[in-house]
């Protein structure tokens, strides 16, 4: 599978939300041509998750990323034990512990999930028996109890098991202290999902921004539960205003240590494909001309390279303004 050029599906980018949605042979497909042909994708992920070795970034403060379990994952060890930011693909388990253990002999107490979706909290059940208690946002827990259909992907995910479900919720805004560190909880209103937070960790000026980010890549956005290109846009702005030029950015996809210099060039992005993209709706044009004008290409060698395709992402855009 490519676009433009050949890339390998595993590790740093491969996972449910992109591939599920993805362009095939350049061109967008109906939701149903693209489920037709990611039949067994769930299975494929764990299958990939299963052998793919998990990487460590060492950041500072006690922060590392973990990656090559479905989203990039954030570890803080420290004196309270380790926080987790995202939990990853289940089938990855054994090699996260190892990880873990290689971080230093605390045990898991907190994880952290930024939105409810497969690749990011597939994991919550395993690390709540390892003893960390789960945190998210109130409409995380509410998907994750729930059945809950994704249009974009023709697929339909069953409840998860209270043991996956975060014990803890909050709305708007939380802080918390663990490890050293002062966090900084912040939901982003109809971004990625109608659930997505970031993680600041004050002392250590790094910030998980979750899959508001997707560095290098176009991003998937989940109009199904609460989604929208303006909520992107403005949590990228929202995360800009808490960073510097010294602060680390770890993103949700794609190379898993950022800088405010990257979050701001794909935020310009966004919105340039945005205002393209309502310019043309606004012209009455229907979504296959408003394909056909190319509205991405300016971004397209940068951007458009990966499994979400310009023509998917226009549809995308579309959908939100």
């Known amino acids: ?22 362009t095939f042979a350049g061109g967008w497909l ?6 037709a042909q990611a039949q067994g994708i769930v299975d494929m992920i764990r299958d990939d998750a299963a052998r793919a070795p998990i990487n460590v970034h060492s950041l500072r403060g006690g922060i590392s990323v973990l990656e090559g379990s479905g989203g990039n994952i954030g ?4 004196p309270d034990g380790k926080l987790l930011v995202d939990a990853g693909i289940t089938a990855s388990r054994p090699r996260i512990l190892d990880v873990l253990a290689s971080l230093g002999e605390q045990p898991v107490r907190r994880l952290i999930n930024t939105h409810w979706h497969f690749d990011h909290a597939d994991g919550n059940a395993w690390l709540n028996a390892e003893g960390a208690a789960i945190l998210a946002h109130e409409n995380t827990r509410k998907h994750l109890l729930g059945a809950q259909r994704v249009d974009d992907w023709d697929f339909d995910f069953p409840p998860s098991p209270l043991s996956a479900t975060p014990s803890e919720v909050m709305s708007d805004s939380q802080s918390l202290d663990f490890g050293g560190q002062t966090l900084f909880l912040q ?3 109809a971004a990625h999902t109608d659930g997505d937070i970031s993680v600041t960790f004050s002392q250590a000026n790094v910030i998980h921004a979750g899959d508001i980010y997707w560095n290098g890549i176009y991003p998937f956005i989940d109009h199904s ?9 403005a949590g990228a702005d929202a995360i800009l205003s808490r960073a510097d030029d010294d602060t680390i950015i770890i993103p949700g996809h794609g190379q898993p240590v950022s800088n405010r210099s990257e979050l701001l060039s794909y935020r310009d992005m966004l919105v340039a494909i945005r205002d393209a993209v309502r310019s043309l709706k606004s012209q009455g044009k229907m979504l296959g001309e408003i394909i056909a004008e190319k509205p991405t290409s300016a971004f397209d060698a940068k951007w458009g390279q990966f499994v979400i395709g310009p023509d998917f992402f226009v549809k995308l855009v579309h959908e939100g303004v």
Do not use: D, W, Y
């Open 1 to 22: 599978m490519s676009n433009g050029h050949t890339r390998t599906l595993s590790r740093r980018n491969f996972c449910l939300c992109c591939v599920a949605s993805a």
């Open 30 to 35: 109906s939701p149903r041509q693209v489920f």
């Open 75 to 78: 570890v803080l060890a420290g």
């Open 187 to 189: 939901h982003h209103p």
């Open 225 to 233: 539960t609460g989604g929208g290109i303006n909520g992107m846009i």
